[in-house]
């Protein structure tokens, strides 16, 4: 009708009324809250609230405001330093969540994650209980302590609930209050001691609504509880890892969850773990696209040929111990292409890698090493071109290294180390442009390090050590700007070292000892070590020769120079390398007096 017409189009204009009633900005006395709450942080060291100023709070960093009223519905706060791993770093906001925060009524969603906002008793504040209209809490990775408070059931709009620390000083008695939450999809309380609590899987199965639950590392000591109905039909994640669980892992009360599409139980730490078989429930998971089971007690790995949608399957540090080939014929052949990663880490498996491993063409990573594979790489492996993790140290391979692994030029972490290849190393490796990681130490290779190993220029790690490798060390090496651990130790390498070397400002660890190196070191090749913290040319004919008033670019903590020529006076450069905790000069032609200042220096 005109007059329904008209309502609506009264409403439309009065909206930028309603946006800009108060100003053109946010609304007055919620600024007033945020403020307070900027007041409350005591160290901002990243500046994350610079921005904090000026009349309009809606385009404060983290803040965000609903576009039609003005009510502040969002503060995204949180601590995204890549370098994270727990709370505390420079980057986070130290203080207090402040109670003025009760004053954003609208407040909608509030992720002040990995700061160090505990307050001076280090509890979670009790009057985030009154923020009704939450939808999405998360506190995770703060430091808080004590028991997590049961008013927390008050947020009945809560979609997201975030509570994990790592690992902290919280727990829980009773999680009951959980399903006062009737809209809960996720929820995560990893870290946080709820050992105290029976049936965990009782109290979740009464939110249907969840799609993910983390309780890792909660000091659970079961999972083999029975559930008569399954209400979980919509769980998606599951992650149990790192708890005490010590049962049948087929007895385990999730097995019935079809939905799934991510099950982790790893590191469960009680004597006798999680161990058996998987159960041929397992078969029914069809949506299941990671399963981790590493580091269980697991002996076989049941019937997973189902499982289509497999991506992720992490079976390594269990006692399967078998012929790598029926553990490869078991794998869902439905999933060979969509395998993304395959652990089978530290299983003990035998047998010689079967061909048809090239048929996993979809593979990013593949680790098997620490097993006890025999034979030749097959060159099937040629096939998976999307590698960028390959992991086969610790095995009884043999053979020469094939030249096709220079195709898989996606490759950035290479390890072949202690097995048995023999021959050089393929010059074809160094196609590898984007590898980070090369260690190919502790087998029988031959022959020169290729002076085409400077095409590596992405290298930070290279280790080639205890081989036979002969020729001189390649003035190319000095091209891996981003080198930081070289080791070519153990080897029967001739000739100087190349004052190229010196370029390598990144270096942490230099070993070059047991050689047959000769020739004069001088300042030229410590010039640029300015990150180096560890040295070893022990066991060569190398003899050290430095300018007394020369000033040491590093900072040593481990120095080996046994049966280097540094005397026969003694070398005054020594005395700048304070703080160092290891130093060998024996057998070095010293034949001076220790001066005064050695004893005062080491």
């Known amino acids: 009708s005109f007059t329904s017409f008209s309502q609506v189009g009264h409403a439309l204009a009065l909206q930028p009324q309603l946006a800009h009633a108060h100003g053109g900005g946010c609304i007055p006395a919620e600024r007033a809250a945020l403020l307070a709450f900027h007041k409350g942080i005591t160290s901002d060291n990243a500046s994350v609230l610079a921005s904090w100023h000026g009349h309009d709070?809606?385009?404060?960093?983290?803040?965000?405001?609903?576009?039609?009223?003005?009510?502040?519905?969002?503060?995204?706060?949180?601590?995204?330093?890549?370098?994270?791993?727990?709370?505390?770093?420079?980057?986070?906001?130290?203080?207090?969540?402040?109670?003025?925060?009760?004053?954003?009524?609208?407040?909608?969603?509030?992720?002040l994650s990995m700061n160090c906002l505990v307050g001076t008793n280090s509890h979670i504040p009790q009057f985030l209980s009154s923020m009704e209209n939450l939808r999405y809490l998360n506190l995770c990775g703060m430091p808080f302590t004590g028991r997590v408070p049961s008013q927390l059931g008050n947020l009945s709009k809560l979609q997201h609930?975030?509570?994990?620390?790592?690992?902290?000083?919280?727990?829980?008695?009773?999680?009951?209050?959980?399903?006062?939450?009737?809209?809960?999809?996720?929820?995560?309380m990893n870290g946080i001691n709820l050992s105290r609590i029976t049936d965990w899987p009782g109290t979740l199965n009464m939110i249907p609504s969840l799609r993910v639950i983390n309780l890792a590392a909660c000091s659970l000591d079961t999972a083999s509880q029975s559930l008569p109905y399954l209400n979980l039909t919509k769980l998606e994640k599951l992650d149990l890892s790192e708890n005490n669980l010590g049962?049948?892992?087929?007895?385990?009360?999730?097995?019935?969850?079809?939905?799934?599409?991510?099950?982790?139980?790893?590191?469960?730490?009680?004597?006798?773990?999680?161990?058996?078989?998987?159960p041929d429930a397992?078969?029914?998971?069809?949506?299941?696209?990671?399963?981790?089971?590493?580091?269980?007690?697991?002996?076989?790995?049941?019937?997973?040929?189902?499982?289509?949608s497999l991506e992720v399957l992490d079976l390594s540090k269990n006692p399967m111990i078998g012929d790598i080939v029926v553990l490869m014929e078991g794998l869902p052949r439905c999933a060979r292409g969509?395998?993304?990663?395959?652990?089978?880490?530290?299983?003990?498996?035998?047998?010689?890698?079967?061909?048809?491993?090239?048929?996993?063409?979809s593979l990013s990573m593949l680790d098997l090493s620490c097993n006890n594979l025999?034979?030749?790489?097959?060159?099937?492996?040629?096939?998976?071109?999307?590698?960028?993790?390959?992991?086969?140290?610790?095995?009884?391979?043999?053979?020469?290294?094939?030249?096709?692994?220079?195709?898989?030029?996606?490759?950035?972490?290479?390890?072949?180390?202690?097995?048995?290849?023999?021959?050089?190393?393929?010059?074809?490796?160094?196609?590898?442009?984007?590898?980070?990681?090369?260690?190919?130490?502790?087998?029988?290779?031959?022959?020169?390090?290729?002076?085409?190993?400077?095409?590596?220029?992405?290298?930070?790690?290279?280790?080639?050590?205890?081989?036979?490798?002969?020729?001189?060390?390649?003035?190319?090496?000095?091209?891996?700007?981003?080198?930081?651990?070289?080791?070519?130790?153990?080897?029967?390498?001739?000739?100087?070292?190349?004052?190229?070397?010196?370029?390598?400002?990144?270096?942490?660890?230099l070993d070059l000892s047991n050689n047959n190196l000769s020739g004069v070191i001088t300042e030229e090749h410590f010039?640029?070590?300015?990150?180096?913290?560890?040295?070893?040319?022990?066991?060569?004919?190398?003899?050290?020769?430095?300018?007394?008033?020369?000033?040491?670019?590093?900072?040593?903590?481990?120095?080996?120079?046994?049966?280097?020529?540094?005397?026969?006076?003694?070398?005054?450069?020594?005395?700048q390398l304070r703080g160092i905790t290891h130093l060998d000069i024996s057998s070095t032609g010293l034949v001076d007096k220790f001066p005064g200042w050695f004893w005062y220096t080491f």
């Open 527 to 575: 010039a640029n070590l300015k990150s180096l913290k560890g040295i070893d040319l022990s066991s060569n004919s190398l003899r050290i020769v430095v300018d007394s008033d020369w000033h040491s670019p590093f900072s040593l903590q481990f120095a080996d120079f046994a049966s280097c020529q540094i005397g026969p006076l003694f070398p005054a450069w020594l005395q």
């Open 57 to 111: 709070c809606c385009r404060w960093r983290g803040v965000s405001c609903n576009n039609r009223i003005g009510h502040v519905i969002k503060l995204h706060l949180p601590n995204t330093s890549p370098d994270l791993n727990t709370y505390g770093d420079a980057n986070s906001l130290y203080g207090e969540i402040s109670t003025s925060l009760l004053s954003l009524k609208h407040l909608e969603h509030m992720d």
């Open 338 to 361: 969509k395998l993304l990663e395959l652990n089978l880490h530290g299983n003990e498996f035998t047998g010689a890698l079967p061909n048809f491993i090239g048929e996993f063409s």
């Open 282 to 308: 397992l078969g029914n998971m069809t949506s299941l696209k990671v399963l981790d089971v590493s580091a269980t007690n697991l002996n076989k790995s049941g019937n997973i040929e189902n499982l289509c």
């Open 247 to 278: 049962h049948s892992i087929a007895s385990s009360w999730f097995w019935k969850v079809t939905s799934l599409k991510y099950l982790s139980l790893r590191l469960n730490f009680r004597a006798n773990w999680l161990f058996g078989k998987l």
């Open 374 to 509: 025999v034979g030749s790489i097959p060159t099937g492996l040629r096939n998976l071109v999307h590698l960028t993790i390959l992991d086969l140290d610790w095995n009884l391979l043999n053979g020469t290294i094939p030249t096709e692994i220079g195709d898989l030029t996606s490759l950035v972490s290479l390890d072949l180390s202690e097995n048995k290849f023999s021959g050089e190393i393929p010059t074809r490796l160094w196609n590898l442009v984007r590898l980070t990681y090369l260690d190919l130490s502790m087998n029988q290779l031959n022959g020169n390090v290729p002076t085409e190993i400077g095409a590596l220029t992405a290298l930070t790690y290279l280790v080639i050590f205890s081989n036979n490798l002969t020729g001189s060390i390649p003035a190319e090496l000095g091209k891996l700007k981003h080198l930081t651990i070289l080791s070519l130790k153990d080897n029967k390498i001739t000739g100087p070292i190349p004052p190229e070397l010196g370029y390598l400002k990144n270096m942490v660890g």
């Open 161 to 188: 609930l975030d509570l994990g620390q790592g690992y902290s000083e919280m727990y829980s008695a009773d999680i009951t209050w959980l399903t006062k939450l009737p809209l809960l999809q996720y929820l995560s």
